[in-house]
Structures are given as structure tokens and as C-alpha cells.
């Protein structure tokens, strides 16, 4: 955070701009707070942009839930095949 603050950033824009980051890192936890702390400032254009990454967070998490479940359904009907 220190470096987007150095760089003029208040400090949610910094927080924002950390769990932009975290999410390219897929660290969907670190990112999810970030954006909380961020909204909690009351800034409308950071609650708006905080809003905006946090539906690309869940997005992000609903599909990696469904892949698990299919591939959790491939490796049971897997092994189910075999066992025939």
C-alpha cells in the first residue's frame, strides 16, 4: 500500500488498487477485504469501483465452485466406471 500511496493515492484508492492486484494473484480473500476496508471510507467513486470488483470476486469464486463440483463428478462417475 505504501507505494500507491507514494504515488498520490488516497487510501482507498490504494485499497482498491491492492485487491485489483490481489484478484490478478487470485488471492479472492486478500482482494474481498481490501475492498471492504476501501468501502468503508464513504467515497461514492470507491464504493461504486469497490462494488464492481467485489461481483468480479464472486463471479470469479462461483466459477471455481462449479469446476470443482464437475470435476468432483468426473473423478466419482471416474471411479464408478472402473469398479464396473
Sequence with gaps: MFEFREAGC???QARVNLA???MLEN???L???QLQLAAASGNSATMERAVSLRRVID???SQ???TTR???YA???GSQTMMR
Design 27 to 29: 488471492q479472492l480473500d
Design 75 to 77: 473423478s466419482h462417475s
Design 20 to 22: 485489483f492486484a490481489a
Design 64 to 66: 471455481q465452485s462449479n
Design 10 to 12: 488516497s487510501e482507498d
Design 59 to 61: 463471479r470469479s469464486r
Design 31 to 33: 482482494a474481498a477485504y
Design 70 to 72: 464437475e470435476l468432483g
